[in-house]
């Protein structure tokens, strides 16, 4: 009897310990795709992510000792792979947040997560209306929308030709990915070509978008000023080939900065010289955050892809979207305790009073990777900062300074936007009680 109770006691310690032990486990999914067309992209994004994560493990032990776990789930950028990933990982213990890496899948998961009590973090993505924050409690499109990186590349075309009246009768292109993704910046173009009289030609590209002749075949015959493109992964390279191929200007064609990428350009070369594309990031090795992926993770054989990619535009925002979700954590447990393994409320509490100052980014090791961000209640996005960069033929260069998108023009267009979206889905702004809650 007295042996039964002794292991019975040992037993029990033992669930005791590896309860306290996943307890004490903050755990973040990662929705990715490694494979498909869409990989030579998402592949630098999700190994960003997995080696923040790792650094943040090895060089501070977690935060405040709450170890960083995470598990990867391949969504090949589909919506319903998206979901059931979702879906599987949603129960975890200690879950955090989902980071979905698509439009779609956004569009998807925005109706579940309000049941589910779990933010989403579509970093320059997703549902440009969800920047209100007071009637999306739970998206945040921090850093940027399609509206606001739209609405930036117009500022900049619009810089370059002499003013807004400069831009009345000159001819626009859109060629876009005929997805969520690619509609979303139509509205605030749409806008923009009723107020400065410019004609605005939409031309979608079917997916992937390994077949664009006869998209550029209307490029040759429209003859556009200017051309934007919102594409992703094959659909990039496909389109500067097929730019060069039909005699189009690569230095009148501007990208979203999803097509603003070392994998976008690389194989086009020269052929790609001059084309220009959003940036919300730098890239590059130098950075202190950098530094510290390469001694605490690839230096001791834990890198997730080669170490020559550390630093890429794509591994870089990978980066950042961790350290928000590590840095709405750590301001959770500053409310909610700190040590403690935070719910996603908590979490989604800590998203919507980021207070990351230019101090603070340095602090992290952010310094001059992108502009401080700056969260609230009626404000999920934080910062609508950009820049244009352009490709010399074997890099990146910035080509103008930090632009802000005009919240005059789409403040009025996110509020009709969100009305609109809680009507059809029968539901109510939030109390403006809850904003302290």
Same mark, same amino acid.
């Given at each position: #009897?007295?042996?039964r109770? !002794?292991? /019975? %006691?040992a ?5 005791a ?12 999914? =990662? +929705?990715?795709?490694?494979?498909g067309?869409?990989?030579p ?5 999700a190994?960003?992510?997995q080696?923040? +994560?790792? #650094?943040?493990n ?9 170890? =960083? ?5 391949e969504t ?5 792979r998206?979901?059931e990933?979702?879906?599987r990982?949603?129960s975890?213990a200690g879950?955090?947040l ?5 439009t779609?899948?956004t569009?998807?998961l ?8 779990i ?8 549902l440009?209306?969800? *920047? ?5 409690? $739970?998206?945040?499109? !921090?850093?940027?929308?399609y ?12 810089k370059?030709?002499?003013?807004w009246?400069?831009l ?5 292109a +859109?060629?876009y990915?005929?997805?969520?993704f690619?509609k979303?910046?139509?509205p605030?173009?749409?806008e ?5 009289g410019? @004609?605005?030609? =939409?031309?979608? &590209?079917?997916?992937?978008? &390994? ?5 550029w ?10 051309v934007? /493109? $919102?594409?992703?992964?094959v ?7 097929e730019a060069q191929?039909?005699g189009?200007?690569?230095?009148? #064609?501007?990208?979203? $900065? ?5 994998p ?5 070369g020269d ?9 919300l ?5 130098q950075? @202190?955050?950098?530094?510290d !992926?390469?001694k605490y993770?690839h230096d001791k054989?834990?890198?997730t ?8 535009v794509l ?5 950042i979207? *961790?350290?928000?979700?590590?840095e ?9 305790g ?6 996603g409320?908590?979490v989604?509490?800590?998203l ?5 100052d230019?101090?603070r980014l340095?602090?992290?090791?952010f ?12 404000d999920?996005?934080?910062?609508t ?5 352009t490709?010399?033929?074997s890099?990146w260069n ?7 998108a005009d919240?005059?023009? !789409?403040?009025? #267009?996110?509020?009709?936007?969100a009305?609109k979206?809680l %009507?059809?889905?029968k539901?109510?702004?939030r109390?403006?009680?809850?904003c302290?809650s």
């Amino acid at each position: #009897m007295k042996l039964r109770s !002794i292991l /019975l %006691a040992a037993l029990l310690g033992t669930a005791a310990a590896g309860a306290f032990a996943q307890a004490k486990e903050q755990f973040f999914p =990662l +929705l990715s795709y490694r494979t498909g067309p869409y990989a030579p992209n998402g592949t630098p994004w999700a190994n960003g992510k997995q080696d923040y +994560l790792k #650094m943040i493990n090895a060089r501070d032990g977690g935060i405040n000792g709450v170890k =960083l776990t995470f598990e990867e789930c391949e969504t090949g950028y589909a919506t319903d792979r998206g979901v059931e990933c979702y879906e599987r990982l949603k129960s975890h213990a200690g879950v955090t947040l989902f980071d979905p890496q698509a439009t779609g899948i956004t569009f998807a998961l925005t109706e579940k997560v309000p049941t589910d009590k779990i933010p989403l973090i579509t970093l320059g993505y997703g549902l440009s209306v969800s *920047q209100d924050g007071n009637a999306f409690k $739970w998206n945040f499109p !921090i850093m940027g929308s399609y509206w606001t990186g739209a609405d930036i590349i117009m500022q900049h075309i619009a810089k370059k030709e002499g003013g807004w009246d400069k831009l009345k009768g000159k001819k626009i292109a +859109l060629v876009y990915h005929d997805s969520p993704f690619g509609k979303e910046p139509i509205p605030l173009l749409q806008e923009r070509a009723t107020m400065h009289g410019f @004609k605005l030609d =939409l031309i979608p &590209v079917t997916a992937p978008g &390994v077949e664009q002749k006869a998209a550029w075949l209307q490029v040759r015959q429209m003859r556009p000023d200017y051309v934007l /493109l $919102w594409g992703w992964g094959v659909m990039n390279s496909t389109a500067l080939k097929e730019a060069q191929a039909t005699g189009y200007p690569r230095d009148k #064609m501007y990208g979203v $900065w999803w097509a603003g990428a070392e994998p976008d350009v690389k194989d086009v070369g020269d052929g790609a010289k001059g084309y220009n594309a959003l940036a919300l990031n730098t890239s590059g090795q130098q950075p @202190k955050v950098m530094q510290d !992926i390469l001694k605490y993770v690839h230096d001791k054989g834990q890198g997730t892809g080669p170490k020559d990619e550390v630093g890429s535009v794509l591994y870089t925002r990978g980066v950042i979207i *961790q350290m928000l979700g590590v840095e709405a954590v750590r301001r959770a447990q500053e409310r909610f305790g700190k040590g403690k393994v935070m719910t996603g409320e908590q979490v989604r509490w800590g998203l919507e009073n980021l207070a990351l100052d230019q101090k603070r980014l340095d602090q992290l090791g952010f310094a001059g990777v992108l502009r401080p961000i700056s969260t609230s209640c009626s404000d999920h996005m934080g910062s609508t900062w950009a820049r244009i960069h352009t490709w010399d033929g074997s890099k990146w260069n910035f080509s103008s300074d930090w632009y802000q998108a005009d919240e005059q023009i !789409i403040k009025p #267009m996110v509020k009709t936007g969100a009305e609109k979206y809680l %009507a059809d889905k029968k539901m109510q702004r939030r109390d403006p009680a809850d904003c302290q809650s």
